[in-house]
């Protein structure tokens, strides 16, 4: 199969969790599902999900983008060593309460873990949202959706780092994360409706509900509810620079923009089928380089397990020639490249100015040309094949045609055009470099006089991105794996991700109504109407492009299957063959 050919797409479905789990009672420490993403027998006995909720989460269906080469397997399982990755840019804060960026949750993924995870393995979809239990071992949903009650896992203790020093994690731990999340966090908005958090013993959690809430279960299972020490909210230790967690490793060394180094957890709660201590590895080291050709020579140098640096068509095509024995993995990406724009400055706030910046854009040639392919996204990402428009459908609203775009800038008062500054980073890698490079000369040919202003990441994605800083912005968006995120938190009204000073009545109103729809064919078609209205009324984050999300794994990288999500999904199963 042509690798770089228009994948179809992963079907996913999780609002139906909401109203299978209601039905479900009590459960003991049983896994929800195995490892291919089966409901297993023990589970459905427990009550964790009904057999139907069981059979419908694992609706991956046949759509998954097959990898370029298969990946290496060697015969028997070898443990210790260290696993290198590396990847084009850093970030200072590792507080995951206040910091959203990719690279907070890659640096602390692995160190803590969340109270529901994301299930990864061989038969399950880059994108699939099969739950799998982590910190808790099961939930029961209350009849009237309104009361969520977890049972947590016995056993488990802190890393033994001070102040925290081992002790025994407990659901008070989880009633600090989740207070601090509602009064501080980014992430809040992932708990909306959220009235309370009760810890009435020590292995159980309660979350009150002021009303149904759909994407609560996708929600808890996202790369940004990572649950903290209760010392983290006391002044215990400074959780910017120290992180300390229940997951398999431990953060041992930090330079920033050089190199986080971490090492295993002797203490680790989890074991593997036959009974083997996890984690497999050492430690993991992972190295900050931006520089391709440094990277690539790394890489088949052996000094490099992991390449999470994105490469163009020709360099990927040059590096399988010469190295291709390693394993080269492509996705349809979760998440994808986006312009945001300023409502509040003039000739912005103009829909036709915002509609002519669109038709101004060559995607496919930027696409293709750049990425080796891809496609249209939609303000939902395509990877969320169950709630984004079909394509054919997206392309009606988001084409190329310059000529239009002139004609829309002079019927907003422009005929000779008009000046914008465009703010990017160059940490996103090469390829983002080039798409924005392509985009101002887009710009420039309807008679927008763009000037590209490059930040540092710090700058752009600490300040002048969410402060709405800018005229017009570029860059990926965060792989959101629940559709509700793309649209609430970006485009409601005072939202945590609402960079972009959008203010629309009706809009808020279309998406609060999909929040307590808990039919899940009801719900995406609703979700499916917000797109429209958003690509018709507001044009605003403008989709560009969802390219093949691309990482490299040297033959000695055994058991490591990549999800869409933030992190390494599974990293404590992963091994070195030797």
């Given at each position: 199969?042509?690798?770089?050919?228009?994948?179809?797409?992963?079907?996913?479905?999780?609002?139906?969790?909401?109203?299978?789990?209601?039905?479900?009672?009590?459960?003991?420490?049983?896994?929800?599902?195995?490892?291919?993403?089966?409901?297993?027998?023990?589970?459905?006995?427990?009550?964790?999900?009904?057999?139907?909720?069981?059979?419908?989460?694992?609706?991956?269906?046949?759509?998954?983008?097959?990898?370029?080469?298969?990946?290496?397997e060697a015969d028997e399982l070898q443990t210790g060593g260290t696993l290198i990755i590396s990847g084009p840019s850093d970030i200072a804060s590792?507080?995951?309460?206040?910091?959203?960026?990719?690279?907070?949750?890659?640096?602390?993924?692995?160190?803590?873990?969340?109270?529901?995870?994301?299930?990864?393995?061989?038969?399950?979809?880059?994108?699939?949202?099969?739950?799998?239990?982590?910190?808790?071992?099961?939930?029961?949903?209350?009849?009237?959706?309104?009361?969520?009650?977890?049972?947590?896992?016995?056993?488990?203790?802190?890393?033994?780092?001070?102040?925290?020093?081992?002790?025994?994690?407990?659901?008070?731990?989880?009633?600090?994360?989740?207070?601090?999340?509602?009064?501080?966090?980014?992430?809040?908005?992932?708990?909306?409706?959220?009235?309370?958090?009760?810890?009435?013993?020590?292995?159980?959690?309660?979350?009150?509900?002021?009303?149904?809430?759909?994407?609560?279960?996708?929600?808890?299972?996202?790369?940004?509810?990572?649950?903290?020490?209760?010392?983290?909210?006391?002044?215990?230790?400074?959780?910017?620079?120290?992180?300390?967690?229940?997951?398999?490793?431990?953060?041992?060394?930090?330079?920033?923009?050089?190199?986080?180094?971490?090492?295993?957890?002797?203490?680790?709660?989890?074991?593997?089928?036959?009974?083997?201590?996890?984690?497999?590895?050492?430690?993991?080291?992972?190295?900050?380089?931006?520089?391709?050709?440094?990277?690539?020579?790394?890489?088949?140098?052996?000094?490099?397990?992991?390449?999470?640096?994105?490469?163009?068509?020709?360099?990927?095509?040059?590096?399988?020639?010469?190295?291709?024995?390693?394993?080269?993995?492509?996705?349809?990406?979760?998440?994808?490249?986006?312009?945001?724009?300023?409502?509040?400055?003039?000739?912005?706030?103009?829909?036709?100015?915002?509609?002519?910046?669109?038709?101004?854009?060559?995607?496919?040639?930027?696409?293709?040309?750049?990425?080796?392919?891809?496609?249209?996204?939609?303000?939902?990402?395509?990877?969320?094949?169950?709630?984004?428009?079909?394509?054919?459908?997206?392309?009606?609203?988001?084409?190329?045609?310059?000529?239009?775009?002139?004609?829309?800038?002079?019927?907003?008062?422009?005929?000779?055009?008009?000046?914008?500054?465009?703010?990017?980073?160059?940490?996103?890698?090469?390829?983002?470099?080039?798409?924005?490079?392509?985009?101002?000369?887009?710009?420039?040919?309807?008679?927008?006089?763009?000037?590209?202003?490059?930040?540092?990441?710090?700058?752009?994605?600490?300040?002048?991105?969410?402060?709405?800083?800018?005229?017009?912005?570029?860059?990926?968006?965060?792989?959101?794996?629940?559709?509700?995120?793309?649209?609430?938190?970006?485009?409601?009204?005072?939202?945590?991700?609402?960079?972009?000073?959008?203010?629309?009545?009706?809009?808020?109103?279309?998406?609060?109504?999909?929040?307590?729809?808990?039919?899940?064919?009801?719900?995406?078609?609703?979700?499916?109407?917000?797109?429209?209205?958003?690509?018709?009324?507001?044009?605003?984050?403008?989709?560009?492009?969802?390219?093949?999300?691309?990482?490299?794994?040297?033959?000695?990288?055994?058991?490591?299957?990549?999800?869409?999500?933030?992190?390494?999904?599974?990293?404590?199963?992963?091994?070195?063959?030797?």
């Open positions: 199969m042509n690798p770089r050919h228009l994948p179809r797409w992963l079907a996913l479905l999780l609002a139906f969790v909401l109203v299978a789990a209601a039905c479900g009672g009590s459960s003991d420490d049983t896994e929800v599902t195995d490892a291919d993403g089966e409901s297993t027998e023990e589970a459905v006995e427990a009550g964790s999900f009904d057999e139907q909720a069981a059979e419908e989460q694992d609706r991956t269906g046949d759509e998954e983008e097959e990898p370029v080469t298969e990946e290496p590792l507080d995951p309460i206040t910091s959203s960026s990719f690279n907070t949750q890659y640096r602390i993924a692995g160190v803590y873990q969340r109270l529901i995870a994301f299930d990864s393995g061989p038969e399950i979809g880059y994108t699939a949202q099969v739950l799998k239990p982590e910190l808790a071992t099961g939930w029961e949903i209350s009849d009237d959706l309104l009361t969520y009650t977890f049972t947590l896992r016995d056993g488990v203790t802190w890393h033994d780092v001070e102040p925290v020093n081992g002790r025994p994690f407990t659901s008070a731990d989880v009633k600090a994360t989740f207070d601090n999340i509602l009064e501080q966090g980014h992430q809040a908005a992932l708990l909306e409706t959220v009235t309370s958090v009760e810890a009435p013993d020590d292995l159980t959690v309660v979350l009150n509900l002021s009303e149904p809430f759909a994407p609560l279960l996708n929600n808890m299972a996202s790369h940004f509810m990572w649950i903290l020490p209760a010392e983290a909210f006391e002044e215990g230790y400074d959780r910017t620079n120290t992180v300390i967690g229940t997951g398999p490793f431990i953060m041992d060394e930090r330079e920033v923009d050089v190199k986080t180094s971490y090492v295993r957890n002797p203490s680790y709660w989890d074991v593997d089928e036959n009974g083997n201590q996890l984690p497999y590895l050492d430690g993991i080291d992972t190295l900050v380089i931006n520089d391709t050709q440094q990277v690539i020579a790394a890489f088949k140098a052996g000094e490099i397990d992991i390449m999470t640096n994105a490469m163009s068509p020709e360099l990927r095509d040059q590096l399988m020639g010469d190295f291709p024995e390693a394993f080269y993995g492509e996705w349809i990406d979760a998440g994808m490249g986006q312009i945001g724009i300023n409502m509040e400055r003039e000739p912005f706030n103009d829909l036709r100015v915002r509609q002519a910046i669109s038709l101004a854009i060559d995607r496919d040639g930027m696409g293709n040309t750049i990425r080796g392919g891809g496609t249209v996204p939609s303000n939902v990402a395509p990877a969320l094949a169950d709630y984004v428009l079909p394509e054919d459908e997206r392309r009606e609203y988001l084409y190329y045609d310059p000529e239009r775009a002139r004609e829309l800038l002079a019927e907003a008062g422009f005929p000779d055009g008009l000046d914008a500054t465009v703010i990017a980073t160059d940490r996103y890698g090469a390829n983002y470099t080039a798409q924005t490079e392509w985009l101002i000369e887009d710009l420039k040919a309807v008679g927008i006089n763009a000037t590209l202003e490059m930040l540092d990441y710090a700058t752009y994605f600490g300040s002048r991105w969410p402060d709405v800083e800018y005229d017009i912005q570029f860059g990926p968006q965060t792989p959101f794996l629940e559709p509700d995120e793309w649209l609430r938190l970006q485009m409601r009204t005072g939202a945590a991700r609402n960079w972009y000073n959008l203010s629309d009545p009706e809009l808020d109103a279309l998406i609060d109504e999909q929040l307590t729809i808990v039919d899940p064919d009801e719900r995406a078609e609703k979700i499916r109407e917000i797109q429209r209205y958003a690509l018709e009324n507001v044009m605003n984050p403008i989709p560009v492009w969802t390219y093949f999300s691309q990482w490299s794994y040297s033959p000695r990288v055994q058991n490591f299957y990549r999800h869409g999500s933030y992190g390494y999904a599974g990293i404590e199963r992963v091994w070195l063959a030797e």
